[in-house]
């Protein structure tokens, strides 16, 4: 029998640069894999909320983030629920295409995060309507409205999404939105 998308454990990312001595918020945005220099807003970040905005681009969920800054996930949640006030956005996925689109995280940095999924959807392995759904996730859609914006039902919706993460293996909406994007970036510097 086939393993579900459901049953499949998301993969840790990588934070062995935490071991690395000293210890510290400033330690750990200087060390985070990708350029922080670019998130220099001027709606007023904290330094853990930029933490935080970079960790969610790059796709972390919310128990990762707390692992990796060794915080609870109540405290996350608290910290992002700032973030998204100051973003003026209610989701992770939303966040993380602010950030992008804005120039608050370095595209280029990205694109090596993601650098599987964008190699997915270069293989074109996706259908026309799968692609359709892929473009209002990266729009920050939720499922109700992918699904009244394409006449589908929302079951419809999430078939289609579940086909999606399977074929640019992805563990979540962010990652897929991020991804699609970065694609798109790339196409268009070619």
Known sequence: MAERL????????????????PHGPSHFFSTLP???RTL??????????????LLISSGW???????ALGISRNTVKNINKGLFSKLGVDSRTVAAITALTDGLVDASELKIVYADQINCLKEDTLTVRKIEVLKLIARGLFN??????????KSTVRSHIAIIFRELKARNRTEVAMAYL????????E
């Open 144 to 153: 109700k409205e992918i699904a009244r914006e394409l006449n589908i039902s």
């Open 40 to 53: 220099e807003t001027n709606i007023g970040l904290t330094l853990r909320e930029k933490e935080l905005l």
């Open 61 to 67: 969920e919310n128990e990762e983030i707390a692992g």
């Open 34 to 36: 990708f350029a922080t």
């Open 6 to 21: 459901s049953d499949a454990k998301p993969a840790a990312p990588d934070i062995g640069f935490l071991n690395e001595k």
């Open 182 to 189: 970065l694609n798109n970036l790339l196409e268009e510097s």
